[in-house]
T-cell receptor, first 115, second 115 residues
Framework: EAQVTQNPRYLITVTGKKLTVTCSQNMNHEYMSWYRQDPGLGLRQIYYSMNVEVTDKGDVPEGYKVSRKEKRNFPLILESPSPNQTSLYFC??????????????FGPGTRLTVT | AQSVTQLDSQVPVFEEAPVELRCNYSSSVSVYLFWYVQYPNQGLQLLLKYLSGSTLVKGINGFEAEFNKSQTSFHLRKPSVHISDTAEYFCAVVQASGGYQKVTFGTGTKLQVIP
């Protein structure tokens, strides 16, 4: 089954404790992206990747890191989480078509609480 | 820079009544347009998309949207809503060219269908 998986689905942590949220897709998609969803703000892009070893900042990258060492995986790293990073996080992937756009497939989300 | 505006944060509507969810965008280049739906406690799934061609686009669950280039709008419509349509709806704009891809989401509209 084609899917995007995220782990963990729920996470409660304390300020300053490094954490990683994993994202994996089995569709051989080039493009992968991380979003955070906050009430009234919709989805805001944190980082995206066009392919292996190619990443770039989205609209709200501060406090986050990513890596793309393999095509299927795109982990989101919070080196020193703070309470303002409490949010619902989504990973998404899509093909990167040359002449058009293919829709993004979203993971189930990770609800992160930083106390 | 591109942006997406969903002016209505919440839209209550009675069951079997028609509904229109508004989306306006701004961009200096050609874009692709999407509507996603998020049911409670779930990820996002694609409702419909406009890439090119006919400006009236039909999606899943009886939804349709019309691309209006002169008004830079992509409003979502359904002639008769059901309780099961209660969800949050997101409009998204994608700028894609030469391998570059930029995705921007609106802030979402919560559709509440009243029995």
């Amino acid at each position: 089954e084609a899917q995007v998986t995220q782990n963990p689905r729920y996470l409660i942590t304390v300020t300053g404790k490094k954490l990683t949220v994993t994202c994996s897709q089995n569709m051989n998609h080039e493009y992968m992206s991380w979003y955070r969803q906050d009430p009234g703000l919709g989805l805001r892009q944190i980082y995206y990747s066009m392919n292996v070893e190619v990443t770039d900042k989205g609209d709200v990258p501060e406090g986050y890191k990513v890596s793309r060492k393999e095509k299927r995986n795109f982990p989101l790293i919070l080196e020193s989480p703070s309470p303002n990073q409490t949010s619902l996080y989504f990973c998404a992937s899509s093909l990167l078509a040359g002449t058009g756009y293919n829709e993004q497939y979203f993971g189930p989300g990770t609800r992160l609480t930083v106390t | 820079a591109q942006s997406v505006t969903q002016l209505d944060s919440q839209v209550p509507v009675f069951e079997e009544a028609p509904v229109e969810l508004r989306c306006n965008y701004s961009s200096s280049v050609s874009v692709y347009l999407f509507w996603y739906v998020q049911y409670p406690n779930q990820g996002l799934q694609l409702l419909l998309k406009y890439l090119s061609g006919s400006t009236l686009v039909k999606g899943i669950n009886g939804f349709e949207a019309e691309f209006n280039k002169s008004q830079t709008s992509f409003h979502l419509r359904k002639p008769s809503v059901h309780i099961s349509d209660t969800a949050e709806y997101f409009c998204a704009v994608v700028q894609a060219s030469g391998g570059y891809q930029k995705v921007t989401f609106g802030t979402g509209t919560k559709l509440q269908v009243i029995p």
